[in-house]
């Protein structure tokens, strides 16, 4: 929801995280449910996927803001012609 | 143990409340002060599920790195002050429906589970470190490995990102 209603680039990132963190939370929930250590394996690279996610976009956003001062995804529409 | 659904519940209200403050607050740094709380009731919430390693791991992973990564960006660019220009009322809509559809799809797929009996609060230590590194170690040690040259090839596609553009901006 957030990641569709909003146009700044920093804050849909957020709003990935949010999600990939309801990911999380519901593995977890599964490992207590069925007694199983490897689901929380499982959120333990979720969390190393996300980092490296962010650390990669972050650096796009910042290169973005260089190029054209705004992190307004709708300028990247230029990106068409 | 009324305590423990107290603090539940508690913790329940924190996270969606702040998510929503996510998603709805205009200034970009009150969205990230909102995510790191939501962060801490996230990890509140593993602690009560008994998974104390992932708690550990997220506040430190979370809300010490990447929500200061998020900060410092936020204040490289100068953004606090401006107002984004909204979408359109039409978009917004579309995500407000979309998100409602999904809940919907949610809670209709809940409702018709049984509760499968309570689920024993009995002191489960899988979550502890032993247990999920003899795991990690055993079954798992390809992906983390694998993790590993990803951790690598982000970083440095982070850093050649980065420095192109200083180049560019040298040559002008």
């Given at each position: 929801?957030?990641v569709l209603?909003?146009?700044?680039?920093?804050?849909?990132?957020?709003?990935?995280?949010?999600?990939?963190?309801?990911?999380?939370?519901?593995?977890?929930?599964?490992?207590?449910?069925?007694?199983?250590?490897?689901?929380?394996?499982?959120?333990?690279?979720?969390?190393?996927?996300?980092?490296?996610?962010?650390?990669?976009?972050?650096?796009?956003?910042?290169?973005?803001?260089?190029?054209?001062?705004?992190?307004?995804?709708?300028?990247?529409?230029?990106?068409?012609? | 143990?009324?305590?423990?659904?107290?603090?539940?519940?508690?913790?329940?209200?924190?996270?969606?409340?702040?998510?929503?403050?996510?998603?709805?607050?205009?200034?970009?740094i009150n969205?990230?002060?909102?995510?790191?709380?939501?962060?801490?009731?996230?990890?509140?919430?593993?602690?009560?599920?008994?998974?104390?390693?992932?708690?550990?791991?997220?506040?430190?992973?979370?809300?010490?790195?990447?929500?200061?990564?998020?900060?410092?960006?936020?204040?490289?660019?100068?953004?606090?002050?401006?107002?984004?220009?909204?979408?359109?009322?039409?978009?917004?809509?579309?995500?407000?429906?979309?998100?409602?559809?999904?809940?919907?799809?949610?809670?209709?797929?809940?409702?018709?589970?049984?509760?499968?009996?309570?689920?024993?609060?009995?002191?489960?230590?899988?979550?502890?470190?032993?247990?999920?590194?003899?795991?990690?170690?055993?079954?798992?040690?390809?992906?983390?490995e694998i993790?590993?040259?990803?951790?690598?090839?982000?970083?440095?596609?982070?850093?050649?990102?980065?420095?192109?553009?200083?180049?560019?901006?040298?040559?002008?």
């Open positions: 929801m957030g209603m909003r146009r700044n680039a920093i804050i849909i990132f957020m709003c990935v995280e949010l999600m990939l963190n309801a990911v999380n939370l519901l593995m977890v929930a599964f490992s207590k449910m069925f007694n199983d250590p490897s689901s929380q394996i499982f959120v333990f690279f979720i969390m190393v996927v996300a980092a490296a996610e962010v650390a990669v976009g972050l650096a796009i956003i910042v290169m973005m803001y260089r190029k054209v001062h705004s992190v307004d995804i709708n300028i990247l529409n230029r990106l068409k012609h | 143990m009324d305590l423990f659904e107290a603090i539940f519940w508690f913790l329940t209200a924190m996270a969606i409340g702040s998510a929503l403050g996510v998603i709805l607050s205009r200034n970009p969205s990230v002060l909102f995510l790191i709380a939501t962060f801490f009731a996230i990890s509140g919430h593993y602690i009560l599920m008994n998974a104390q390693f992932l708690a550990i791991v997220n506040i430190i992973v979370y809300a010490g790195a990447i929500m200061v990564l998020f900060l410092f960006v936020i204040m490289l660019m100068n953004l606090n002050a401006d107002v984004e220009p909204q979408k359109s009322r039409l978009v917004q809509f579309a995500g407000i429906i979309s998100g409602g559809i999904l809940f919907l799809l949610i809670l209709a797929a809940l409702r018709d589970m049984k509760a499968a009996g309570v689920i024993e609060k009995t002191a489960t230590d899988i979550g502890l470190m032993k247990n999920l590194g003899k795991t990690l170690f055993q079954n798992y040690v390809f992906p983390f993790s590993s040259v990803l951790f690598l090839s982000a970083m440095i596609g982070a850093m050649v990102i980065g420095k192109k553009e200083t180049l560019v901006i040298d040559k002008n």
